[in-house]
């Protein structure tokens, strides 16, 4: 009996190999069709996300000359939006109580701080608002604003050294 290299019998067929295990992993189909879902989803998300943002009012979605008006504590406090002038400004809040201006300014952080109190911030212009009639008291009112030769009828009383004007 003669032996092959193959360790079978001379004569004999040789075996047929088992078939190729599939390697664990992706096949081009299998990519490409998670590639084809991850497209979607992106192409999905975009206009879902611009409609809940919009959903949400701020600042820049309120409609122009909206008004407000409340009275607390006894005050009666309006408030009237102003939509921005030109592409990069920014619209305002005009707020006054008892029909006298209350000026108030919008922190990096999104809250708002009051001419009357500066030392505590407050999450929207109507809190703000609020504070300053707390802090102004009973019988106080806001001054008026003093009319000077600036657009904003502001007039600084400081020393103005070396500044021509």
């Given at each position: 009996?003669?032996?092959?290299?193959?360790a079978?019998?001379?004569?004999e067929e040789?075996?047929?190999?088992?078939p190729?295990?599939?390697v664990?992993?992706r096949?081009?189909?299998e990519?490409?069709?998670?590639?084809r879902?991850?497209?979607?989803?992106?192409a999905?998300?975009?206009?879902?996300?611009?409609?809940?943002?919009?959903?949400?009012?701020?600042?820049?979605?309120?409609?122009?000359?909206?008004?407000?008006?409340?009275?607390?504590?006894?005050?009666?406090?309006?408030?009237?939006?102003?939509?921005?002038?030109?592409?990069?400004?920014?619209?305002?809040?005009?707020?006054?109580?008892?029909?006298?201006?209350?000026?108030?300014?919008?922190?990096?952080?999104?809250?708002?701080?009051?001419?009357?109190?500066?030392?505590?911030?407050?999450?929207?212009p109507?809190?703000?608002?609020?504070?300053?009639?707390?802090?102004?008291?009973?019988?106080?009112?806001?001054?008026?604003?003093?009319?000077?030769?600036?657009s904003?009828?502001?007039?600084h009383?400081?020393?103005?050294?070396?500044v021509?004007?």
């Amino acid at each position: 009996m003669a032996v092959s290299i193959g360790a079978g019998q001379a004569g004999e067929e040789a075996p047929t190999p088992a078939p190729a295990r599939a390697v664990p992993g992706r096949t081009r189909r299998e990519a490409t069709r998670t590639l084809r879902v991850c497209v979607f989803a992106a192409a999905v998300a975009a206009p879902v996300a611009a409609a809940l943002r919009s959903r949400r009012p701020g600042p820049g979605d309120v409609p122009s000359g909206t008004v407000f008006a409340e009275t607390y504590r006894g005050r009666h406090i309006g408030m009237v939006w102003t939509p921005p002038h030109g592409p990069a400004g920014q619209g305002r809040w005009h707020v006054t109580v008892d029909g006298r201006p209350l000026h108030l300014m919008r922190r990096a952080d999104g809250t708002w701080l009051s001419m009357v109190d500066h030392y505590c911030s407050y999450p929207s212009p109507l809190e703000a608002a609020r504070a300053a009639v707390d802090a102004l008291g009973p019988g106080q009112r806001l001054g008026e604003p003093a009319q000077g030769p600036g657009s904003a009828g502001h007039v600084h009383t400081e020393n103005r050294r070396g500044v021509r004007t």
